[in-house]
């Protein structure tokens, strides 16, 4: 759980399980395009991979054009905030008079809303969701609209592949957080620069795995090896399942070839 979620669920009211909420958001809402400035805006991992899906750029390209790169506090992943337009409202780029630009693979933080969900880690390793209701004053979504509870809503906005993908991320930082914790060890410049290869430039992570060999070196079957250097959002899984290895020393998904015998 990062800062900032830890600051959200303390100034928001937890949704019980089933709790029921009303809302709707489209061009018919009095307040429509009012959530689209000054946003404090991370972008996953995999937000990242879905909004170039639209833009069609590189990921470096599209860091270069919409993101600051930045150090997740205390632990020192890297992490994307999306980086408003120098405008007077500091509108988010994507944002147009009839909406969303990206809507289809718009972040997760905007399908969320107005949600806002957390996880960490179970005493039994187990994730453990929380969600909270965002009531703010200039959102009249809540006047009308359809009823939903959190799972339902979340189904609706397509959440499903952005919730897990997520989990993964969120679950890194907290691993490594104990990690650090315990051994003292923290993230080099080395190690920094390859999780952003591996986290949020799965374009050029494939290249290098391509021509380094690394997976050879893995217990890996030739179609999961296929499957890395062509789809990025499997390059992507494969990222999180190296950097666990890598940086910690073990994972539930990958291990090295044992010796030949």
């Not at 950097?243 to 910690?248: N, P």
């Amino acid at each position: 759980m990062t800062d900032s979620s830890a600051q959200f669920l303390s100034e928001h009211q937890e949704l019980a399980p089933g709790e029921s909420f009303r809302f709707a958001c489209h061009p018919g809402v009095s307040c429509f395009g009012a959530c689209y400035s000054a946003l404090d805006l991370m972008l996953t991992p995999y937000d990242a991979l879905r909004l170039r899906h639209t833009t069609g750029q590189s990921a470096r390209e599209f860091i270069q054009l919409f993101a600051n790169l930045l150090a997740m506090p205390g632990v020192g992943l890297p992490m994307l905030h999306m980086r408003m337009q120098a405008d007077s409202r500091h509108h988010c780029p994507f944002a147009r008079d009839t909406g969303c630009a990206v809507y289809q693979d718009r972040p997760s933080a905007c399908r969320t809303y107005p949600l806002g969900r957390a996880t960490q880690r179970g005493p039994g390793g187990e994730v453990v969701e929380r969600v909270f209701m965002a009531r703010e004053a200039h959102c009249h979504g809540f006047e009308a609209g359809t009823d939903f509870d959190a799972q339902a809503w979340m189904h609706d906005q397509g959440l499903e592949p952005y919730n897990e993908a997520n989990d993964r991320y969120m679950a890194l930082a907290e691993d490594l957080r104990s990690f650090e914790a315990l051994t003292g060890q923290h993230l080099g410049q080395k190690q920094t620069g390859m999780a952003g290869l591996a986290l949020y430039q799965p374009d050029e992570f494939q290249p290098f795995l391509a021509q380094s060999g690394l997976m050879d070196r893995l217990d890996m079957t030739e179609a999961r090896k296929n499957d890395v250097l062509h789809d990025e959002a499997a390059c992507l899984t494969f990222g999180y399942d190296w950097l666990e290895l890598s940086l910690m020393g073990h994972t539930e998904h990958l291990r090295p070839k044992g010796p030949k015998g």
